[in-house]
C-alpha cells in the first residue's frame, strides 16, 4: 500500500511517499526559515501563501523521485491539526481533492500524532508500550503510549513550550529564528554555571512544563548587560542546560511514575544534541532505553504524516476511511488535544 503524506501545519511543506511493503520511498521538505526570519518568527498568512507555491511542485517531485505515477497511490494523508488554520487548510485542500479525484481513501492525520510515531521509522523502532516526550516550537508533553491511538497525558506545558523558549531567548540575544539551533551553536564556545537561571517546576510534585519564568529571567539578565562576546556565550550555554535539565528531569520522573522502560523523544527540539546526549546517559543509568527520530525527520515532515496514515489504514482499514465521492468535504483542527483520538 503506497500512502501520500502531506505537511503544512506551520512553516514546513512536507510530501512523502511510504509503502507499507518497501518503507518511505521519497520525501521532499521546504523550509520558510528565510521568509520568517526577518520577523522573527512565523508570520501565518505568509506561512499559507508559500505552502501554496511549493505544495504540488513538491508532490510531482516525490512522484517522480520514487517511480510511482499518481494512479498507483492507495491514500492521500494530511495533517488535519493542530497547527495554522490557514497552512492546514491549504494541505488539507490539495489532500482531499487528490483522494476525491483518485477514488482513494483520504485521512487527516494528528500532527502530534505523525511526531509521536516518527521514531517507529528508524532501524531500531521502539515496541509498545512507552514514554513519549513531544518537545516542539509548539508543545512540550509527555504521554504514556500503549498503541496506535492509545495514548495518556502524563504533562503538559503550563505556558511557553520549550521551543519558544528557545525562541524568545535567542531574540533577547540578538540571535536570528529559529532559536534553537542559534543558541545551540553559540553555547558550543560558552559555560553553563556562569551565569544563574531557573529550573521552573523542576522540584514540583507534577509532570507538567513551564518556561516562561526562564524567558523572563533571560530578559533581566539581558537587561543588565553582557560585557562580551564571551558573556553572551555563556548566558546561551546556559539557557540550553537550563531547557535540557527540566526536559530530562520530567521524563525521568514520568518513567517512574508509569514503570515504563522505554522513552520516544520527538518534535524539533529532539535534535538538540546536549539534550540527546544527556537522556542517553540518564537513561542509560536508570536502566531505560531512548529513542530518537532519525535527525531528518526531527523537524515537521511529510514522512511522519504518510507513515502514520498507513499504519491508521492498515490498522483499521480502508474502508474505515472515505474515499472519492464520499469525500464530501474536509476539515482543519488548529486545537486539537492529542490523547482524543480514537485508538486505531
Known amino acids: 500500500m503506497k500512502v501520500l503524506g502531506i505537511e503544512t501545519s506551520c512553516d514546513e511543506t512536507g510530501v512523502a511517499l511510504y509503502c507499507t511493503e518497501g518503507g518511505l520511498l521519497a520525501q521532499a521538505l521546504h523550509s520558510q526559515v528565510e521568509l520568517h526570519e526577518r520577523y522573527g518568527g512565523v508570520v501565518p498568512e505568509l506561512a499559507s501563501r508559500d505552502h501554496v ?37 491549504v494541505g488539507a ?6 483522494a476525491f479525484a483518485l477514488d482513494i481513501p483520504g485521512i487527516g492525520i494528528h500532527h502530534l500524532e505523525g511526531h509521536l510515531l516518527s521514531p517507529l521509522l528508524s532501524n531500531d523502532p521502539p515496541a509498545f508500550p512507552f514514554v513519549a516526550l513531544l ?18 497525558l502524563l504533562g503538559d506545558t503550563l505556558d511557553d513550550a520549550a521551543g519558544e523558549a528557545f ?13 534553537g539551533p542559534q543558541i545551540a551553536h553559540l553555547a558550543v564556545s560558552g559555560t553553563a554555571g556562569r551565569h544563574s537561571l531557573p529550573r521552573p517546576m523542576l522540584h514540583a510534585d507534577t509532570l507538567d512544563f513551564s518556561f516562561s519564568g526562564l524567558k ?22 546556559e539557557i540550553e542546560s537550563a531547557i535540557v535539565d527540566i526536559l530530562v528531569a520530567k521524563s525521568l520522573a514520568a518513567l517512574r511514575r508509569t514503570a515504563q522502560r522505554r522513552l520516544v ?48 489504514l492498515q490498522q483499521a482499514g480502508s474502508d474505515a476511511f472515505p474515499r472519492g465521492r464520499e469525500i464530501g468535504g474536509f476539515v482543519v483542527q488548529p486545537r486539537w488535544p492529542l490523547e482524543s483520538l480514537p485508538p486505531a
Not at 511542485?57 to 505515477?69: K, R
Not at 518537545?135 to 495518556?152: A, D, F, K, N, W
Open 216 to 237: 523572563t529571567a533571560v530578559a533581566t539578565r539581558v537587561r543588565r548587560g553582557l560585557a562580551d562576546e564571551g558573556a553572551r556565550a555563556d548566558l546561551a550555554a
Open 135 to 152: 518537545v516542539s516550537g509548539g508543545h512540550t508533553q509527555l504521554m504514556e503510549v500503549s498503541g496506535i491511538g492509545q495514548y495518556r
Open 53 to 89: 507555491r511549493r505544495l504540488l511542485p513538491l508532490v510531482e517531485q516525490v512522484l517522480a523521485q520514487a517511480g510511482v505515477d499518481v494512479g498507483e497511490l492507495d491514500a492521500i494523508a494530511w495533517t488535519e491539526g493542530p497547527g495554522l488554520a490557514g497552512a492546514l487548510l
Open 265 to 312: 523523544v520527538a518534535g524539533g527540539v529532539s535534535a538538540n544534541r546536549r539534550l540527546r546526549e544527556q537522556l542517553s546517559a540518564a537513561c542509560a543509568e536508570a536502566g531505560a532505553r531512548v529513542h530518537f527520530p532519525e535527525p531528518a525527520l526531527c523537524s515537521d515532515n511529510g514522512a511522519m504524516i504518510a507513515f502514520a496514515g498507513a499504519l491508521r
Open 93 to 98: 485542500g490539495v489532500g482531499a481533492s487528490m
Open 167 to 179: 525562541d524568545k531567548s535567542a531574540k533577547l540575544l540578538g540571535l536570528g529564528y529559529p532559536g
